[in-house]
C-alpha cells in the first residue's frame, strides 16, 4: 500500500498559478504510474493529468490543456501539478492517485486532496 499526501492548495486569483505537491511512502513509487483528479462541488472526480513511472509520457484533459504540468521526482518520491492561467472553473479539491501499473491506471490508491480555489 502506498500513502500520498497532497500539499500546495489555496486560494489564488484568476490567471494566476499554483503548485501542487504529492509526497508518496510506503512502496516503490518510481515503478508505477501517478495521475491528479479533480473534484468540484455537485460534479465528477475527473482526471486532470496522468504520468509513466519515469515521467517520460504524459496526458492531460483537454479543458488544463496547455495550463498545467504534471511532473514527477523519483529520487524525492514526489509528484508535482504546475497549475497558470487558472481559471474559476479549476476550483476544485485535487487530489493525486497511484496506480500499480507502470504506465496506467487504473488509480485505486489515493490522498487526502487539497483544496484549490480561483476567485476573481
Known amino acids: 500500500q502506498v500513502q500520498l499526501v497532497e500539499s500546495g492548495g489555496g486560494l489564488v486569483q484568476a490567471g494566476g498559478s499554483l503548485r501542487l505537491s504529492c509526497e508518496a511512502s510506503?512502496?516503490?513509487?518510481?515503478?508505477?504510474?501517478m495521475a491528479w483528479f479533480r473534484q468540484a462541488p455537485g460534479k465528477e472526480r475527473e482526471a486532470v493529468a496522468t504520468?509513466?513511472?519515469?515521467?517520460?509520457?504524459?496526458g492531460y484533459a483537454d479543458s488544463v490543456k496547455g495550463r498545467f504540468t504534471i511532473s514527477r521526482d523519483n529520487a524525492k518520491n514526489t509528484l508535482y501539478l504546475e497549475m497558470s492561467s487558472l481559471k474559476l472553473e479549476d476550483t476544485a479539491v485535487y487530489y493525486c492517485?497511484?496506480?500499480?501499473?507502470?504506465?496506467?491506471?487504473?488509480?485505486?490508491?489515493w490522498g487526502q486532496g487539497t483544496q484549490v480555489t480561483v476567485s476573481l
Open positions: 504520468i509513466n513511472w519515469s515521467g517520460g509520457i504524459t
Open positions: 510506503g512502496r516503490t513509487f518510481s515503478n508505477y504510474a
Open positions: 492517485a497511484a496506480s500499480r501499473l507502470p504506465t496506467r491506471g487504473p488509480y485505486d490508491m
